[in-house]
Antibody, heavy 121, light 109 residues
Framework: QVTLKESGPVLVKPTETLTLTCTVSGFSLSNARMGVSWIRQPPGKALEWLAHIFSNDEKSYSTSLKSRLTISKDTSKSQVVLTMTNMDPVDTATYYC?????????????WGQGTTVTVSS | QSALTQPRSVSGSPGQSVTISCTGTSSDVGGYNYVSWYQQHPGKAPKLMIYDVSKRPSGVPDRFSGSKSGNTASLTISGLQAEDEADYYCCSYAGSLYVFGTGTKVTVL
């Protein structure tokens, strides 16, 4: 069974750095035609794509957030990590990781349950 | 990388058809045949309904269909059912980037 699970702090203070971990199971991060994205959703608002990492370690970032984001993966731990610097209350959101794989390489076929992050002092 | 434009809401009676549009540019929707659609029920993670413009993952009912013309993609739900009431988001590949739509709330009357 393919699963993704997000983890990280529930509460961060403004200006702090957020580190989120996506732990996957049921597949390998080294598989060909495989990628993992991070997506967020502020309360009551739309989905926003943040970053993507491919199996060959190529990375891509949202144009508007690129300066604040870093995505990486540890294949041996089956984890994809997203860091976001200089957090602000507007970054309060549910953060999801999602897989792109095989026939669904340009879509996101399996999503984690999401983790809610609140930015407040 | 601006969000794709979707209508805020659409509604229909059970058994009717509704269509959701998703308008982008030649850099995203118009430039690639990689539009996907997601269904999201309240408090739940999104679920892939359509990928590569018009393909359905296994398990997705065939009343869901997708298409594209120029810079606009569309999701049609035929034979609307109560469980189809949800938010729907389009997403387009844009050359190593992805961009989501603004989201559409589908209401079953």
């Amino acid at each position: 069974q393919v699963t993704l699970k997000e983890s990280g702090p529930v509460l961060v203070k403004p200006t702090e750095t957020l580190t989120l971990t996506c732990t996957v199971s049921g597949f390998s991060l080294s598989n060909a035609r495989m990628g993992v994205s991070w997506i967020r959703q502020p309360p009551g608002k739309a989905l926003e794509w943040l970053a993507h990492i491919f199996s060959n370690d190529e990375k891509s970032y949202s144009t508007s957030l690129k300066s604040r984001l870093t995505i990486s993966k540890d294949t041996s731990k089956s984890q994809v990590v997203l860091t976001m610097t200089n957090m602000d209350p507007v970054d309060t959101a549910t953060y999801y990781c999602a897989r792109s794989y095989g026939d669904y390489y340009y879509g996101m076929d399996v999503w984690g349950q999401g983790t809610t992050v609140t930015v407040s002092s | 990388q601006s969000a794709l434009t979707q209508p805020r809401s659409v509604s229909g009676s059970p058994g009717q058809s509704v269509t959701i549009s998703c308008t982008g540019t030649s850099s995203d929707v118009g430039g690639y045949n990689y539009v996907s659609w997601y269904q999201q029920h309240p408090g739940k993670a999104p679920k892939l309904m359509i990928y590569d413009v018009s393909k359905r993952p296994s398990g997705v009912p065939d009343r869901f269909s997708g298409s594209k013309s120029g810079n606009t993609a569309s999701l049609t739900i035929s034979g609307l059912q109560a469980e189809d009431e949800a938010d729907y988001y389009c997403c387009s590949y844009a050359g190593s980037l992805y961009v989501f739509g603004t989201g559409t709330k589908v209401t079953v009357l």
